[in-house]
């Protein structure tokens, strides 16, 4: 089956510390992924997305970066945190051979810049 | 431009009333249509979606929605509300022609079904 896993599910870190939130996903190839910021516990900001190992798109200019090193695999990463990157993260993926296609989304990391 | 708006920001209900989330879009060519629901901290769960064919899609928790092409519209009901619907809830729309990767969003609509 189709899994997709996101860590950690919490997370406190001062401001100006690094950030790398990681996400995979099992049972499919070649997924198209996705990193979204969710704020205030309301509408979805599409962060970056990837339709490839290496292949990054960024929505956003910003302080965030991201990496697919792997097929299967996704991080998000910063090198120095600000207040602002507050925020309920989601990582999600529309499979090659999916016939949903739509997007599977992971459980969220809530993190909290202190 | 693509566009999906979710105009009400929020929902109350009964428990045992139907419900209405109302959704409308805006792209070009046939749209690919879907509603998510997210509980508090959670991840978004997908809950039905229209390609195409019947313009009444059953979704999952006795969710379903209604394609309207005219009024370009996909609301999503539920005959009889539960408490446990209580969350906030996502339409988004996809254009269905070429290399598009990327859904669009609605801001969401927080439903609350009370007992």
């Known amino acids: 089956s189709q899994t997709i896993h996101q860590w950690p599910a919490t997370l406190v870190q001062p401001v100006g510390s690094p950030l790398s939130l990681e996400c995979t996903v099992e049972g499919t190839s070649n997924p198209n992924l996705y990193w979204y910021r969710q704020a205030a516990g309301r509408g979805l900001q599409l962060l970056f997305y990837s339709v490839g190992i290496g292949q990054i798109s960024s929505e956003v200019p910003q302080n965030l970066s991201a990496s697919r090193p792997q097929d299967r695999q996704f991080i998000l990463s910063s090198k120095k945190l600000l207040l602002s990157d507050s925020g309920f993260y989601l990582c999600?993926?529309?499979?090659?051979?999916?016939?949903?296609?739509?997007?599977?989304f992971g459980s969220g990391t809530r993190l909290t810049v202190v | 431009a693509q566009s999906v708006a979710q105009p009400e920001d929020q929902v109350n209900v009964a428990e045992g009333n139907p419900l209405t989330v109302k959704c409308t879009y805006s792209v070009s060519g046939n749209p690919y249509l879907f509603w998510y629901v997210q509980y508090p901290n959670r991840g978004l769960q997908f809950l039905l979606k229209y390609i195409t064919g019947d313009n009444l899609v059953k979704g999952s928790y006795g969710f379903e929605a209604e394609f309207n092409k005219s009024q370009t519209s996909f609301h999503l009901k539920k005959p009889s509300a539960l408490v446990s619907d209580s969350a906030l809830y996502f339409c988004?729309?996809?254009?269905?022609?070429?290399?598009?990767?990327?859904?669009?969003w609605g801001l969401g609509t927080s439903l609350a079904v009370n007992p």
């Open positions: 988004a729309v996809r254009h269905n022609a070429g290399n598009n990767r990327k859904l669009i």
């Open positions: 999600a993926w529309r499979g090659g051979t999916d016939n949903n296609y739509g997007y599977t």
